[in-house]
């Protein structure tokens, strides 16, 4: 039996926990087919409130709901109060509640598949070749022969992918192509422990590095003081100390718990099973278009895409062989790193990147996820520093693409919109979170951290944006470009220590010993006040590699 259900892909340990469960040994156990997360509120249209003693109880109401199909329940500790969902954490909203416990049904939050997958219950919703999935309940374009009251234990809910029918080609769906009545869906096989392209879906219990340290835990900051937070990257994944990647790195890392090693990577096993394909041989836009794999090489304004595997006219990090489910083939647009469409890096030696014009699949669509998009503000310009500045730039001056604020790849940093709630730090816009001259942005290009906008004063009509190079300030080109001698204007010296930043002190103009970070060198005229902020500062973070 081992031998039949390791070829249909399920680990030792799942075998054991089903043979357990077959044979009666763990009836009783309700919860271990929940996943739980303490301190965390989901927002769900479709609930039920029950009153129960304990989480079993409130389990038994999730498992004997009617109304809909519980996904997860929420119970609460003091009010001993029990609430059946509709949805789960990846479907809705989550916010913090430090008196609530979230239950979520495991099988609804796998988004693979076992053996032919009669039991998948993720919410993939368009065929391997990038169709979307009719409606199980809807008779437009195809009159369905498995329909949600001739199937009711099938899981035919909305459009998502399933196997009604035992198919051994596993989860398929009818099709909103008239022209294609069904097609089957690109479900990767579930393999606990082992990763798909970069690992960014890793979800396996490996908790050591690939030096042998053990993990920190994320939702501790001792050791190490990080960002990532699960209720700040809910779709993460961020449990217990398991090796995750949650920003786009190479594949999946941790914090560790020696205070003198930030970080390391993990030696996660690939997975023998081929990664899945999506929107093959699509030619046109949806949502923000990471899946597009269409072959248009040419930018908007028509200058002709620079090939991924080359690093002429311009050098940067996505290399195709590091990133190999992001469809860096030739010098096709893509998305890689979740800007609003697709893009690439020109052949023009003076413009860096440019968006791609890609038709859209569906042209009523607007925004992501049924969100509309916000209407950019018609002032370009600043006032002052800029720190009311809310408009939509996100280019620096010399023409990089400026990184969005809630990533931490390629470059590290502090400046996150949960640190910085006021100061609108939306997408990869510019902006002045921390009091500078002017709005500026953390950038796309590895070897440039960050730069200022390639914006102009509201009362000047000459657009002047600020140098990087002007005293006090330096440009951020890591490995490329050292200090410039300035007089006798003194600089804080700022040392990388093994993977973090340390202020050892000021020193003249010229000197170098490191790679600098954004907020480790300021304006003369707010010098004193910034020493007196900053004395004994440590700037932490991760170390772009």
């Not at 647009?333 to 890609?358: F, L």
């Not at 042209?363 to 800029?386: D, F, H, N, S």
Request: glycine share 8%; hydrophobic share 25%; net charge neutral.
């Amino acid at each position: 039996a081992p031998a039949i259900w390791a070829k249909m892909g399920i680990s030792k340990a799942a075998f054991l926990f089903l043979f357990l469960l077959s044979s009666g040994k763990m009836r009783g156990d309700i919860l271990d087919g929940y996943s739980r997360t303490d301190g965390v509120w989901i927002l769900t249209r479709n609930k039920q409130f029950y009153e129960t003693n304990n989480e079993k109880e409130c389990a038994d109401k999730c498992e004997a709901e009617r109304n809909f199909t519980c996904r997860a329940f929420l119970f609460t500790r003091k009010k001993l109060q029990c609430l059946t969902l509709a949805e789960n954490a990846k479907m809705t909203v989550t916010f913090a509640s430090t008196d609530t416990v979230l239950y979520e049904k495991i099988i609804y939050l796998m988004q693979c598949k076992r053996g032919i997958g009669t039991d998948y219950r993720g919410t993939e919703a368009k065929t391997q070749r990038g169709i979307p999935c009719q409606k199980w309940a809807e008779k437009i374009p195809h009159k369905p022969k498995y329909t949600p009251e001739k199937h009711p234990n099938a899981g035919l809910e909305e459009n998502y992918c399933r196997n009604p029918d035992a198919d051994e080609n596993g989860p398929w769906c009818y099709t909103t192509d008239p022209a294609m009545r069904f097609d089957y869906c690109a479900i990767p096989e579930c393999e606990d422990q082992c990763m798909q392209c970069n690992g960014e879906d890793y979800r396996g219990e490996v908790s050591r590095t690939e030096s042998g340290l053990e993990c920190q835990h994320w939702d501790v900051q001792e050791p190490h003081m990080h960002g990532f937070i699960l209720k700040h990257y809910p779709e993460k994944d961020l449990k217990m100390n398991y090796c995750r990647n949650p920003d786009g790195e190479l594949r999946p890392w941790c914090f560790t718990t020696n205070p003198n090693k930030r970080w390391e990577y993990c030696n996660i096993p690939r997975c023998t099973t081929p990664p899945p394909v999506s929107g093959l041989d699509s030619q046109c836009l949806s949502g923000r278009g990471e899946d597009y794999r269409g072959r248009i090489a040419i930018t908007e304004s028509g200058n002709a895409c620079q090939h991924w595997n080359t690093q002429f006219p311009h050098k940067h990090g996505w290399i195709p062989d590091r990133y190999p489910c992001k469809g860096l083939d030739e010098n096709y647009c893509r998305n890689p790193d979740g800007e609003k469409k697709p893009w690439c890096y020109t052949t023009n030696s003076n413009i860096r990147w440019e968006y791609c014009a890609i038709p859209p699949c569906d042209r009523t669509e607007q925004g992501i996820a049924g969100v509309p998009v916000q209407a950019p503000l018609t002032e370009e310009c600043y006032r002052g520093k800029g720190e009311s500045y809310r408009g939509t730039a996100s280019v620096t001056a010399s023409g990089r693409k400026c990184q969005a604020w809630s990533s931490m790849f390629p470059h590290k940093h502090i400046k996150t919109p949960d640190r910085f709630p006021d100061a609108d730090l939306r997408e990869n816009y510019c902006r002045n979170p921390d009091g500078d001259s002017s709005p500026w942005c953390f950038t796309t290009d590895p070897n440039t951290i960050w730069e200022y906008c390639n914006l102009k004063r509201c009362d000047d009509h000459t657009q002047e944006p600020a140098s990087n190079a002007s005293p006090g300030m330096m440009e951020q080109n890591i490995g490329w470009t050292t200090p410039t001698t300035s007089g006798n204007i003194g600089e804080p010296l700022v040392c990388q220590e093994k993977n973090r930043f340390v202020q050892y002190g000021v020193i003249p103009w010229g000197l170098d010993c490191t790679q600098p970070s954004k907020t480790g060198f300021v304006q003369i005229p707010g010098f004193v006040s910034w020493i007196k902020n900053s004395l004994n500062y440590v700037i932490i973070h991760r170390n772009p590699q």
